[in-house]
């Protein structure tokens, strides 16, 4: 199971203490460019390489020292990606939605956050440099957020990748909810078995 069921926000802070908190975010911004000449590229979106060779995005579990799900996701964030990360801050605001975790106790939360280009750019820049790259996370990769003329190549290849826990649905969730792609770009892709 990718991911258990949602929860509203207040359902889940209410939980009480026998439940653990880990909070992920999807940061983009937009990227004008053409790929070729002819693909756009429409948005930059980050994900990274995990230790365990999945994809997903970047962040981890919140502890009660933290204060706030945002407070320990940013600091998640720094750790992952280094000091760029300190030029943006994910807000409440940015709070996409929380699932049930794979495993009891556990509650998952994902965010999303835009940055400006130059942020984006930062971040990839100094990612190698952050305190758990090469340990957690081995190295940030970009979404491709186009398909190639073969119907194959771009996201539709990108996604036959293996993620971890609702990493793939909550990317498709996110690109479809964002409008970061051209209006039922994805519904296609939503549907396709991921491999095993």
Known sequence: MAGGRKVELAEALAMGPGWRHACHALLYAPDPRLLFGRFPLRYAVLMQMRFDGRLGFPGGFVEARDGSLED??????????????????????????????????????????????????????????????????????????????????????????????????????????????????ISHLKTRTPPQ
């Open 72 to 185: 320990g996701l940013n600091r998640e964030l720094r750790e992952e990606l280094g000091e760029a990360a300190a030029a943006f801050r994910v807000e409440r605001a940015d709070h996409r939605g929380a699932r049930l975790g794979p495993r009891p106790g556990l509650l998952a939360h994902f965010y999303a956050k835009r940055l400006t280009p130059e942020q984006l750019r930062a971040v990839e820049a100094g990612a190698a440099r952050a305190r758990d790259h090469g340990l957690e996370v081995l190295g940030l990769v970009r979404v491709p957020l186009y398909t190639l003329q073969d119907g194959v190549g771009g996201l539709p290849a990108f996604l036959e990748n293996s993620f971890i826990g609702a990493a793939r649905e909550q990317l498709l969730e996110a690109l479809e909810d964002l409008e970061l792609l051209e209006p039922g770009a």
